[in-house]
Structures are given as C-alpha cells and as structure tokens.
C-alpha cells in the first residue's frame, strides 16, 4: 500500500502538501527525520501516515493534553485505530488502553511526555512499552525540549531516553518554531541518528500583505468590502464586545455578517461557524477563538482590526486565507496609539520575565506596522528564512512598482513561438523574431509571416519579457534534451485577446541624496 492511497482512502484528501510525501518516503525507510513546517502546514499527516503502514505500534509525544484528545477523535472518524494515555484517565481506562496494545489493535498511542516514567506497582510504563513492538516514535512541539526554543518543558527532557529504550524505532520529530540553535539542540538532545532535516518555507506567495491606518477603519473597511462581496472572509477584532457590534454595523451596511467568541453560547457559535463553513454567510467577525481547527481553504482575506500579540500570532491568523493557493489578502489596521494601548493587556501578573517576552513579541508586531521595507521579507526574517529584499505582492513593494501593459509584445512572443510549433526554446525563438540569417535559421521557417516581427527591439528585452512570462505562467519552460517554451491556457487566452498581460516592475529609485558630514 502506497501512502497517496493512505492518504486519500483513510484521510479524503486528493494529494500531499509541501514536503508531506518526502518525508513520509524518508520516515518508510525506518531512519530519523526532523521537521520544520509552519503550525497548520499538515505536520500530523507526516507520522500518522507511516504509522499506518508500519506493523506494529506507534508512539507519538504530545504536550498538550486537549489536542491529544482531538486528534485520537479525529483519527478515530476516520476508522483508525489510535488511543491516548495522559493523567486525566482513571488506571482501569489506562489499562484497558495498554491491553489493546499488547493484543495489537492500535496504531497510535498518544502520551504526555510525563507519563513514561510514571510506573504501575514496578513497571514504569517505559518498561512496559519496551514489551511492544514499536514501529516509530514522533516527537510532536519538539522544540519543548530545548531550553533554546520559547517554550521550554523540564518534562521532555525524559525522551531523551526514548533513542535506548528503543534503538530499532526510527524517530521523527516535528516542530513549527526552532531557530538553527534549537534545531540542533532537540536533534542532540533526543539522540537522532544522522537525521534527514525537512524544512518548509513559511512564505505564502499568494497573500498580499497590506497595513493601513486606523483611523477611519470603519470607512476604509467598508472600501476594502465592496469589490469583495462574494468571497468569504475573516475580520479578527480584538474584544468580545467589538464583533458584536462590528458584524452588526457591517450587517446594517449591506454585508452579511456574524460574530464569533468564546463568551457566545455555545450552540450560537456552532452554529454561525457552520454558517460560514456553509457559506451562507460570507464574512466571520472574530476573537482569535475562531479559527484554531479550521480547515477552510478559500478563504479570500484576513482583515485584523487591532493589533494581533505577536507575529506568530499574525501569522497564524493571516495563514487562514488562501490555503487554496489562489490570490488572497491580509489587511491590517494599524496605529502607535494601538500598540501602546495594547501593551496593558500583555503583562502577566507576577512574572517578569514572561512580561518581558510579551512586550517584545508586541513591539516586534508594532515594528511590522511601521515598515517601509517588504513586510514578506520582514516576517520570513522573523522565523530566521531569508528572503529577498523586495516581494512583489505587499503594500510596501507594490508602492514602489509601475505597471506596464505588455499585451502586444506578450502577443508577438505567443503568436511567433505558435508558428514555431512550440518547438524551440528562447535563443531560437529571438533568433527568428529577430529575422536572422539563414545561417541561424530552418530555411521553412524564414518563410513564416512573424519571422523577423521583433526586430525593432533589442535581444536583451526580449528576453526579459520572455522570462516574465515563464514567471507568470503565460509560458512554460521544458527541459528536455534541449529547452523548449510551451504555452500554457493562459497563454492562449492572451493570444486570443481573451487576457491582458499586466508586468510590473520596480521604479528606478533616485539615488540616495549625499548626507553632509557633520564633522
Ligand atoms: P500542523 O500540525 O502542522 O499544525 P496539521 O497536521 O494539524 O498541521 O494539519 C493542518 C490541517 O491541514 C488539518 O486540518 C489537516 O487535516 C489538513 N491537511 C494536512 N495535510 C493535508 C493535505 N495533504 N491535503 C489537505 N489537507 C491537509
Ligand atoms: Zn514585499
């Protein structure tokens, strides 16, 4: 059994994600993986798949006692046999789950890293395991074993014993926040053999990135709404109190809204969340309670009223539109007065140091409204990716482009590779639009009424435009024995006049004006 059958048979989804499918191949050969992938990117997949395939049982580690719960649920939903183990359970539940285990009828077993070493009379149930066969063990918020990570649990330091008690079992362990140290820290510190590291990038091309100011929100949302009417969208606000009113006022103005937070009843909430995954009604007015769970791909923007506590939190937040892959939008509402307002709600009573953490995660969130560089770049820097310094596709870049209507060249360069048969590749393609000599051309195709169309304008900008239009899927690239250009649909609809060929491009910047020396 292959694991895209797993997938779409035991799970319903049509193909993998990301890395899913490498890492899975990676883990299927029993050897130690490491995975860095942003909350959300499809992490589980990556060991429950396996888990499926291997013989016997599979352990995986988790923190968080409420999520162990959901995910056994989900699992089960999907006829897979999974169970968890953690101190909420009474010892009869507990061992009625470990007999199950040994007479082979479960897949997964869920622990809390705390209960390893928690013993039965003599038997720890680290012992006990060892009495299983044990096909894999996935470590899941790997990063809780660093001191490095932001997040550090004294408990997962104990699986630092899991490598002996069980060298046969290839490990994985997961993770969506580790900077290079943590990285390298969970690795030693769980013992990984020589392990594969995974790491997916957290950009998402797809989302434009856009802050405006606060002031007049109200209005400027009422803007941003208008072209929008028939997507679904989330707008996060920061108090119970002001979805209440915001889905009211945007209601009354014609878009259809409802409120969800977690002091709603809560039947009312499942049901406006049913609404909208429904889409009965388009636009969810949100606390952040809305979202964790959710599995909605087209979800079109994002808006945040106020200012989120964290980039992570934004990102997270953001991360909800366009899962799709189709063009969407995060808009947020920005002012200073916000930031400082916000910083009275972050201080946590009696803990300085976690105060500390929370003002800076605020002020790096602040730092985010107040750019004047790429705001892509500015969050994959956060999560330590490097990036290129301007993206294209966020408020910031955009300002700082022209756009050009290229449809007739773009229709020169489609009309010329269509009589060329879509055979050639782009040297012979400028070659010919060029008019060369037959020296450099087939003598049939010097005959063709585009031959020598493009000979007004220099190689170089041919090329140029060629390449946006590989970029932007009008054309594609093959690299077979030699390079051939293929139109795509796209493509064709342009050279049908169907499509308009819009390229941007940075405006010249002047040049910085010389600062006199004040010495
Ligand atoms: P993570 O642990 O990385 O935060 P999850 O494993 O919880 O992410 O996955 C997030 C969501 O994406 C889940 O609802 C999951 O079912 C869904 N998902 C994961 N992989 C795929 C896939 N290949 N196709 C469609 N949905 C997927
Ligand atoms: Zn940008």
């Known amino acids: 059994m292959y694991p895209l059958y797993i997938l779409q048979k035991q799970f319903g989804y049509a193909s993998f994600r990301m890395k899913q499918e490498a890492i899975i191949n990676h ?7 490491f995975v860095l992938m942003p909350t959300g ?61 040994r007479e082979k009828k479960l897949k997964l077993l869920y622990l809390a890293p705390e209960k390893l070493l928690s013993s039965d009379k003599h038997t720890s149930l680290l012992e006990t395991l060892q009495t299983f066969s044990i096909s894999l063990i996935a470590i899941d918020e790997a990063h809780c074993i660093s001191q490095w990570g932001h ?16 060298p046969n079992a290839p490990m994985i362990a997961l993770t969506a926040t580790a900077d290079q140290l943590t990285q390298k820290d969970i690795i030693e510190k769980l013992e990984l053999k020589d392990p594969a590291v995974f790491i997916s990038s957290f950009n998402r091309p797809n989302i434009r990135y856009t802050v405006e100011p606060k002031q007049g929100s109200f209005e400027r949302l009422l803007r941003f709404l208008e072209p929008r009417k028939e997507a679904q969208g989330i707008i996060y606000c920061l108090s119970r109190r002001s979805t209440e009113k915001l889905a009211d006022d945007l209601s009354r103005h014609g878009f259809k809204s409802l409120p969800y937070h977690a002091g709603m009843e809560r039947e009312q909430r499942a049901r406006n969340q049913e609404m909208f995954l429904r889409e009965d009604v388009r636009i969810m007015v949100a606390t952040i309670a809305f979202g964790m769970g959710i599995d909605k791909s087209n979800v079109r923007y994002v808006v945040h009223m106020d200012l989120p506590k964290s980039i992570e939190s934004y990102y997270q937040e953001t991360g909800r539109a366009g899962r799709d892959g189709l063009d969407s939008e995060a808009l947020l509402f920005y002012s200073p007065g916000d930031l400082a307002r916000l910083k009275h709600f972050v201080v946590i009573d009696d803990n300085a140091d976690q105060t500390k953490i929370a003002l800076k995660k605020l002020e790096q969130m602040g730092q985010f409204g107040e750019l004047s560089t790429c705001r892509r770049k500015y969050l994959l820097n956060y999560f330590e990716e490097q990036a290129p310094e301007h993206c294209g596709n966020c408020d910031i870049c955009l300002s700082q482009v022209e756009s050009f209507d290229e449809t007739p060249l773009a229709q020169k360069v489609l009309a010329a590779l269509s009589q060329l048969q879509e055979k050639f590749g782009a040297g012979y393609l400028i070659d010919f639009m060029h008019g060369a000599s037959s020296s450099r051309m087939q003598e049939q195709h010097m005959t063709l009424s585009t031959y020598g169309c493009g000979a007004d304008i220099a190689r170089e900008e041919w090329q140029r435009i060629i390449d946006d239009l590989v970029s932007r899927r009008y054309l594609i690239k093959l690299h077979g024995s030699y390079p051939k250009l293929k139109i795509t649909a796209r493509g064709q609809r342009v050279l049908e006049g169907l499509e308009k060929v819009i390229l941007t491009r940075f405006k010249e910047k002047p040049a910085p004006e010389a600062t006199e020396k004040l010495v």
């Open 27 to 33: 883990v299927l050969q029993k050897k130690d993986t």
């Open 41 to 101: 990117g499809g992490k589980s997949l990556c060991y429950q798949i396996p888990a499926l395939l291997f013989d016997g049982l599979s352990l995986v580690i988790s923190p968080l006692i409420a999520l162990m719960k959901d995910q056994v649920d989900a699992l089960r939903v999907n006829g897979i046999e999974a169970a968890y183990l953690n101190s909420t359970q009474s010892p009869q539940e507990q061992k009625a789950i470990l007999d199950k285990a």
């Open 151 to 166: 997040d550090f649990r004294p408990e997962y330091l104990m699986l630092a014993q899991l490598k002996k008690a069980f």
